[in-house]
């Protein structure tokens, strides 16, 4: 018999509806090529964590918003590191991995980050805007986000919010990467179309900058994403440090950048493993 592959619980909720995107495609093509060097079983969040202790390792995907089963992810994440259990992307990470607090800790450290405050006596921090973002701390998906006036932010409570500057942009680019090294960069040229995407050739100081989030963040195997925005003086701004379950618009790609993308996550598949490929 040949030898045996290692086991890999494959986690994603195929039925999400996540506006401009169809996770449930992506998520068919990465486990039609990651079953080439692994057996693997597909299944739902909600089950991960009865499911994951008969496999070698529990790899993260399009699994939808977590606020969605915010008790039985934080559960997850408890007893997974306990049972031993290896989960792609390590659950290590500092960004939105664990809410938002990264945004206000990279502002306070002086990164290039959309300035974020989460006290009314630091609103004076803000600089002026016509509109100002709300955003849940445990927010994803564009889920309870509110603009509002300047005024309305007077006498607010800050209840598990963090409040930024609704900043003007050319566009938005994200910088996708396995561990810490760059994949491809996709941008959206319309402001008012987010997940409209185009391939886009990062400049030396592009790659810098959004290397400096990867860094920054405490993951040596998984995949993360750096979207940022292009201010109108040409700046680059960290919008969010997506190290949870980005989805990746691999459909955008070339084939040669398809393939070259899952060669590379099998490796570090089999780096978190501590093992050699089987091929």
């Known amino acids: 018999m040949p030898p045996a592959q290692p086991s890999v619980l494959y986690v994603t909720d195929l039925a999400y509806q996540a506006r401009g995107r169809r996770y449930c495609d992506e998520d068919i093509f990465l486990t039609s090529r990651l079953r080439e060097d692994f057996d693997l079983a597909l299944c739902h969040p909600l089950d991960a964590s009865a499911l994951m202790d008969a496999f070698d390792m529990v790899v993260v995907r399009n699994s939808g918003p977590v606020l969605h ?11 997974a590191p306990g049972s031993g259990t290896r989960v ?10 664990a809410g938002k607090q990264y945004l206000l800790d990279l502002c306070s450290e002086g990164y290039p980050v ?5 006290r009314p006596e630091d ?5 002026d805007a016509a509109e100002y973002v709300i955003k849940p701390r445990l927010g994803a998906d564009s889920i309870g986000l509110e603009f509002v006036t300047r005024d309305r932010l007077e006498g607010m409570v800050f209840d598990g919010v963090l409040v930024q500057p609704r900043i003007r942009f050319r566009y ?7 561990d810490r090294a760059f994949q491809y960069a996709l941008y959206a040229p319309h402001p008012d179309r987010r997940w409209v995407l185009e391939r886009y050739g990062p400049t030396e100081a592009d790659l810098e900058f959004a290397q400096r989030f990867v860094d920054w963040n405490d993951i040596e195997h ?32 070339d084939g040669e950048a398809r393939d070259s993308f899952v060669a590379n996550m099998k490796a570090s598949l089999y780096g978190l493993l501590g093992a050699a490929p089987s091929s």
Do not use: M
């Open 69 to 79: 089963y915010a008790a039985q992810y934080a559960a997850f994440r408890d007893r």
């Open 88 to 97: 792609y992307t390590q659950l290590t990470g500092k960004a939105d991995q």
């Open 114 to 118: 959309i300035a974020t405050v989460d």
């Open 123 to 127: 609103l004076g921090r803000l600089p």
């Open 172 to 178: 938005e680019v994200s910088f996708y990467f396995i």
């Open 222 to 253: 998984g995949i993360q994403r750096v979207d940022a925005c292009r201010t109108p003086d040409g700046e680059l701004l960290l919008v969010e440090l997506e190290d949870l379950n980005p989805y990746l618009s691999l459909d955008l790609l």
